[in-house]
């Protein structure tokens, strides 16, 4: 199992210059994230949650603020963190486990710990048998996985996924959230996931960060305070899916009240 990192990031501002005027982006977010959590952001479009990813995965160098992984200043990318992204980023011209070894380019391992390493982060994400096959004899659900399993293969920290299901349909992208939380549980990594999708957000997240944008700050998080793994038809699951919704509109939000029993419900129940 991988070692969980603890991520810490404390009053992070970042602005871009766009055509000679500047542009802010973020402004004062500060998260503490324990070591095998998973944090869910969710926040309208543009309001910086993949220029957040950006910085903390090390793509980006200019910030105010800080972002400590266990600590340690973040600096550059680094083998401790992997990403997936919302399209597959696979090369048409390897097969899976090049794809995936293409993740231990710098990690410095003797070729035959590469190559058991490859072949167990395929098995992780279900897809043993599927070594030689090329990105275009994949379904775009298949890609994904591969994604995941290249983004694994480092054993890293913390995995970051920006919108990695977005375009799947929604039964695949159900599986895939299931398979996810195995892995995450598995593997025990830190995780940060950005989603559009608010019951992916609940399904998957400790905690769901709420985004509201120009500049991109933290409105409110929520609690996700449910035993694992999450039944999406229950009302607690409706309870807290609405308390994020709600923070989307303009509308207070609607008190969601169990229903009562009728009374005399034995009687109603066979009346019939
Ligand atoms: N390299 C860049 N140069 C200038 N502006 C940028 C750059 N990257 C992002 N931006 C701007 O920063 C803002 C935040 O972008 P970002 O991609 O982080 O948003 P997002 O929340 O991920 O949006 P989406 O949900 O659509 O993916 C946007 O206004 C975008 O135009
Ligand atoms: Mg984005």
């Known amino acids: 199992m991988a070692h969980a990192g603890t991520l810490e990031i404390r009053q992070l501002s970042k602005q ?32 910086g949650k993949s220029t957040l990813l950006r910085l903390v995965i090390g793509l980006e160098n200019e910030y105010q603020g800080e972002i400590l992984l266990d600590g340690k200043r973040i600096v550059g990318t ?13 090369f048409p011209w390897l097969t899976v486990a090049q794809n995936v070894s293409l993740g231990l380019l710098n990690a410095g391992l003797p070729e035959a710990a590469k190559a058991r390493s490859v072949q167990e982060h ?3 994400v279900g897809l043993k048998g599927f070594e030689s096959a090329y990105p275009y004899q994949l379904s775009g659900g298949m890609s994904q996985r591969v994604a995941i399993a290249r983004a694994l293969v480092n054993r890293p920290e913390v995995l970051l996924l920006d ?6 349909d929604a039964l695949t ?31 998957l997240g400790d905690r769901v960060v709420i985004m509201e944008p120009r500049p991109g700050r933290i409105k409110r998080i929520v609690d ?23 923070e989307f509109s303009d509308q207070p939000p609607a008190r969601l009240v169990q229903p009562a029993p009728p009374s005399g419900f034995a009687d109603w129940q066979f009346s019939w």
């Open 78 to 90: 680094s083998l401790e963190r992997g990403i997936v992204f919302q399209e597959h980023r696979l």
């Open 173 to 203: 992208r159900n599986h895939l959230q299931q398979e996810l939380q195995r892995i995450w549980e598995q593997e025990g990594i830190t995780a940060i996931l950005v989603t559009h999708d608010v019951d992916e957000a609940v399904y």
């Open 16 to 47: 871009y210059r766009v055509k000679g005027s500047t542009l802010p982006v973020l402004d004062n977010i500060s998260l503490s994230i324990r070591p095998g959590e998973f944090i869910s952001i969710v926040g309208s479009s543009g309001c």
């Open 163 to 168: 919108e990695p299901f977005g375009a799947l």
């Open 122 to 124: 395929i098995e992780l």
């Open 224 to 246: 996700v305070d449910l035993p694992r793994p999450r039944d999406r038809g229950s009302f607690a699951f409706a309870g807290i899916k609405d308390d994020v919704l709600a």
